[in-house]
């Protein structure tokens, strides 16, 4: 029992050491940046103590993909949006982001697509259905 809690305890740290390296990714982390990954921790139910730990040293957190495609799809929306949340989306960020779309088994149209998606709403609230829109046109 506390072996399976403490194993959702580390993919949940992989999570959050992954957003906090898509911070990284632009040279520069802004507060709104560290403010949400802190409610995606938070959200997730990670402890302080567990957010700090991930914030020091996010390279000791190696994300394994969860076989669920929503658990993957609801780990690249936290990336796409951790991307675009200062308002800017630099190279460096998108080429991350397409990468982690990759490693989470998605089609690299899709994330593309999605990349652009964020892009067309920069400094702008992403409409409820722009990213399943995009995601519906990939499905089988």
């Known amino acids: 029992m506390f072996g399976d809690y403490q194993k959702e305890i580390e993919r949940r740290k992989a999570v959050i050491g992954l957003l906090v390296e898509m911070t990284f990714a632009d040279g520069k982390v802004d507060d709104i940046e560290k403010k949400f990954v802190y ?10 103590d567990d957010i700090e730990e991930v914030v020091l040293h996010p390279e000791d957190f190696k994300m394994t993909p ?6 993957r799809m609801t780990i690249l929306y936290y990336v796409l949006f951790t991307m675009s949340v200062d308002g800017e989306i630099h190279e460096e960020e ?15 149209h899709m994330t593309r697509d999605l990349i652009n998606v964020m892009k067309k ?19 089988n």
């Open 66 to 71: 969860p076989p669920p495609e929503q658990e």
């Open 39 to 48: 409610g995606v921790a938070k959200e997730l139910g990670l402890s302080a």
């Open 121 to 139: 709403f920069l400094n702008k609230e992403v409409p409820r259905f722009a990213l399943l829109d995009e995601i519906k046109k990939h499905m």
């Open 94 to 108: 998108e080429k991350m982001c397409y990468l982690i779309g990759l490693r989470l088994g998605f089609n690299e």
